[in-house]
C-alpha cells in the first residue's frame, strides 16, 4: 500500500484537524441521525451502527469489507460479492441509506451480510474496524472517507477502489487541496476504473496502481421481476402504450406531466407511469396531478391502474424491473435538473429506449455510447421532451429499433467483472495463506 511522503505533511495536518473535528462533533451528531430518522433517511433501530457498535458477532475466517455509497452502488457490486462469497470469503457490506440497506436485505448472497456505514469520525470508525477486522477493505466508485482510510491504514488493512469514478468535479474539488488528496488517495493501494479519465484523474491524485476495466453496472444482471405481480400489471394495462418516468426529481415530474399531455393527443390511451428517486414523494407527487386535472394512483395502495388512470405512480422500492418492461419508452430523471442523470443500463438491458435531459455528467460515456447506437436520446427542454414521448407513441416500430439498439449497446460493454476479478487477484490471494505461499 502506498503512503504519502514528507512532502504532504500539510495534507497530515489536515486530516488531523479533520480527526480532532470529528472526535468534538461526534456526540452531537446522534441528533441529527434522529432528525434524519423522523424524515425516513435513518433507520433508528439500527441507529448504533453508525456509530460502529453492532450486536452481530464477527464471522470467523477471512473477511471482506465492501462499502456501496447508495443503491446504484449497491446494485453494480452485488455480483462481486457474490464472486467473492463463492470463493469462500465472508463479505460485509455498508451503505449509507435505508433503501440500499432493503436492497441489501433481498439480494445479499449467502455468505454475505449487511450493516450501515460508520459516522467518519476516531470514535465510530475505530469501533467499527476493532470489531469486525476487515482483512480487506473495497470501496465502490469514489466512496472516500478520510477517517476510515486512515483507520484502514493504520491497521495494515489493504484498500482497493473497484468501479472507481470521479467526476471531473469531484476531481476538481479534491485537487483544490492536492496534499490533503494524496493524504487519503494514496492510501488505496489499486483502483480499478470505470474509463480511461476516470483512471488519469485518480492517479492525479495520488493512486499508483490504476487499472481500467469498465464498468461493473454493465454485468449487473437484468432487474428483476415477480412473474406473477408482472402478469396482474400486464392483464391491466392492456394495450395501453406506457412512458416511465423513473428516478424523477422536484421539477421534472411537471414536465413529464406534460409530455403526458402531448402524447394523449396521438395516443389517448396512453399511460405514464412516474416512479421518483425518492419514493417518499409519491403522495405530493400524485397530488399534484390531480391538480392539473389527470387521475392518478398511488402504487404503495396496492393496486394496479384501472383504464382511466392517466398517471400511475410508483411509490414504492425494488420495483423498477416491473415498469421497464411495461415501457414503450422511458424516460430518466436527475436528468432535466443538474443532478448528474440516473443509470440508463437497466432500461437498456429491457429493451428500452431512453430519454434523457442534458444533465448526465455522472454517465456520460454510457450515455454517449447509447446515443451514438440510437437507443439514447437528449431532450433539451420540456417541448422536446413532449415532443420525442409523442413520436414514440405515435411509432411503435421506431420504438422497438431504439430498443434492440440500447439493448445491443449494452451487451458489448459486459466483461468487466471478470477484468475485475483479474485486476483483484493479488489482493484476494493475500487472503488465502495456501494460494499466497505458492505466489
Not at 433503501?99 to 467499527?128: C, K, M, N, W
Not at 499508483?208 to 415477480?226: C, I, Q, R, S, Y
Not at 404503495?300 to 388512470?309: D, M
Not at 443500463?345 to 454510457?366: D, S
Request: charged share 20%.
Amino acid at each position: 500500500m502506498s503512503s504519502p511522503g514528507a512532502a504532504d505533511e500539510p495534507g497530515r495536518v489536515a486530516i488531523a484537524l479533520y480527526s480532532a473535528l470529528g472526535r468534538v462533533l461526534e456526540p452531537a451528531l446522534g441528533l441529527l441521525l434522529e432528525h434524519r430518522a423522523r424524515r425516513g433517511k435513518e433507520d433508528r433501530h439500527r441507529r448504533g451502527e453508525r456509530f460502529g457498535r453492532s450486536g452481530r458477532p464477527r464471522p470467523p475466517g477471512r473477511l471482506v469489507w465492501v462499502h456501496a455509497a447508495s443503491v446504484g452502488e449497491t446494485n453494480s457490486v452485488l455480483p462481486l460479492v457474490g464472486r467473492l462469497t463463492s470463493s469462500g470469503h465472508a463479505v460485509l457490506l455498508t451503505t449509507g441509506t435505508v433503501t440500499s440497506a432493503e436492497i441489501a436485505a433481498r439480494r445479499l448472497p449467502q455468505g454475505a451480510f449487511h450493516q450501515y456505514v460508520p459516522l467518519d469520525t476516531p470514535g465510530s470508525v475505530g469501533r467499527f474496524l476493532d470489531h469486525w477486522r476487515p482483512d480487506l477493505a473495497l470501496f465502490v466508485e469514489s466512496e472516500i472517507w478520510p477517517q476510515a482510510v486512515a483507520g484502514l491504514a493504520r491497521r495494515d488493512v489493504p484498500l482497493a477502489i473497484v468501479n472507481g469514478r470521479l467526476s471531473p468535479r469531484s476531481f476538481r474539488s479534491w485537487n483544490r487541496f492536492p496534499s490533503v488528496a494524496r493524504a487519503v488517495f494514496g492510501r488505496a493501494g489499486m483502483c480499478t476504473a470505470q474509463s480511461e479519465a476516470d483512471a488519469e484523474r485518480f492517479r492525479q491524485l495520488g493512486i499508483e496502481n490504476v487499472v481500467t476495466v469498465g464498468n461493473l453496472k454493465f454485468d449487473v444482471p437484468m432487474l428483476p421481476a415477480d412473474p406473477a405481480v408482472l402478469a396482474e400489471l400486464k392483464a391491466a394495462v392492456g394495450a395501453r402504450p406506457v412512458l416511465v418516468a423513473a428516478s424523477t426529481h422536484a421539477g421534472e415530474e411537471e414536465l413529464v406531466v406534460d409530455a403526458h399531455r402531448m402524447a394523449a393527443a396521438v395516443a389517448p390511451d396512453c399511460l405514464t407511469i412516474i416512479a421518483p428517486r425518492h419514493p417518499e414523494r409519491g403522495p405530493a407527487i400524485a397530488g399534484d396531478v390531480e391538480k392539473a386535472g389527470l387521475s392518478s394512483r398511488l402504487r404503495s395502495g396496492g393496486r394496479a391502474p384501472e383504464p382511466g388512470t392517466a398517471v400511475y405512480v410508483a411509490d414504492t422500492i425494488g420495483e423498477m424491473g416491473l415498469w421497464f418492461r411495461l415501457a414503450r419508452v422511458a424516460f430518466l430523471g436527475g436528468s432535466m435538473v443538474p443532478h448528474g442523470g440516473q443509470n440508463p443500463i437497466e432500461p437498456a438491458q429491457l429493451g428500452v429506449p431512453i430519454l434523457h435531459g442534458p444533465h448526465v455528467g455522472n454517465f456520460a460515456e454510457i450515455y454517449g455510447a447509447l446515443g451514438r447506437a440510437g437507443g439514447a436520446f437528449e431532450v433539451a427542454d420540456a417541448g422536446a421532451l413532449a415532443g420525442a414521448v409523442r413520436a414514440f407513441m405515435a411509432e411503435p416500430e421506431r420504438a422497438r429499433a431504439a430498443g434492440a439498439a440500447a439493448e445491443a449497446c449494452v451487451a458489448r460493454f459486459a466483461g468487466s467483472l471478470e477484468r475485475t476479478i483479474r485486476a483483484l487477484e493479488p489482493l484476494l490471494a493475500r487472503l488465502d495463506p495456501v494460494r499466497a505461499a505458492g505466489a
